[in-house]
């Protein structure tokens, strides 16, 4: 009789891999305890001996890390390599941590990119407009709509990976995935452009007065601005930008760049602190 998994236990491995995906998380294993819990239901219905269960399980004690929102397709995919192996077709461990193995670098860096640098900023951009002044429906906002979208999001990717295999990949790869990801790039780009129109102010207060003279005889702000509006924002912005993207520095560095910055040009007269005495 052939052996097919429930949709309950699906669920149950998939709760398992939402909520424990860095379970025990280390150095050495990173998400591979996670991994175990997640098959954990899927191995116990397949499998009526206790040795069999334990060599199952044996399969996923090796190395994994990925990026735990779109790789949620590769544990759906294994439950249903795992279902065929119980049914006698050919697949071994070898095929399964070779798929894992193979799938978890290329979709980390998709999740990544998608996730983590599109979705979470486009979130928290429009969260930071609904805080204006206080509010908590920002914090609210982001609260609801995150959990929303990742749990409906990893859930789709999850049931996609035990239904269509090797086919659900060669969407997230493929031409389709490839458009659908420029796009959301493309958005997530206006998005954090207009965040920083809205949210970053950088202004001096360096201007040059003639001995004598009560007022200056160059502001350099309004110079700026009758030239090029929010021009020190926007290099700032871009400065930001080459240093993360093209010299691959990491946030920390970058933040700590910025403050020497504004400390010396506090210290110089450049910028204005707005300190009152």
Request: with cysteine; net charge negative; hydrophobic share 45%.
């Given at each position: ?47 009526d001996k206790q040795e069999d269960k ?86 609210i906002f982001y609260i609801i709509v ?132």
């Amino acid at each position: 009789m052939e052996k097919k998994l429930t949709k309950k236990t699906l669920t149950k491995s998939f709760h398992n891999w939402y909520y424990g995906n860095l379970t025990c998380f280390s150095q050495e294993h990173m998400q591979t305890f996670g991994y175990l819990c997640s098959m954990l239901p899927v191995v116990n219905e397949l499998y009526d001996k206790q040795e069999d269960k334990a060599k199952a399980m044996q399969t996923y004690t090796a190395f994994f890390n990925t990026e735990p929102q779109i790789g949620s397709v590769i544990v759906g995919m294994t439950a249903g390599l795992e279902e065929a192996r119980a049914n006698g077709d050919d697949v071994d461990d070898e095929t399964i941590n070779g798929l894992r193995a193979g799938l978890m670098g290329p979709l980390a860096g998709i999740g990544d990119s998608l996730v983590v640098g599109t979705v979470i900023p486009i979130l928290l951009g429009v969260a930071l407009g609904m805080s204006d002044g206080g509010s908590p429906l920002g914090a609210i906002f982001y609260i609801i709509v995150w959990n929303l979208f990742a749990y409906f999001g990893m859930k789709f990717l999850y049931f996609k990976g035990y239904e269509l295999g090797g086919k659900a990949v060669d969407f997230l790869v493929g031409p389709q995935g490839e458009a659908l990801r420029e796009s959301i790039t493309m958005l997530g780009g206006i998005v954090i452009g207009a965040v920083a129109a809205t949210w970053v102010s950088v202004s001096t207060s360096f201007t040059l007065t003639a001995e004598g003279a009560t007022e200056p005889y160059l502001n350099l702000q309004k110079t700026l601005d009758s030239v090029y509006p929010g021009f020190l924002t926007a290099a700032f912005v871009m400065l930001c930008w080459y240093l993360l993207a093209k010299r691959k520095m990491s946030p920390i560095k970058v933040m700590l760049l910025l403050v020497v910055i504004a400390f010396v040009g506090v210290l110089v007269g450049f910028f204005n602190p707005g300190l009152q005495y």
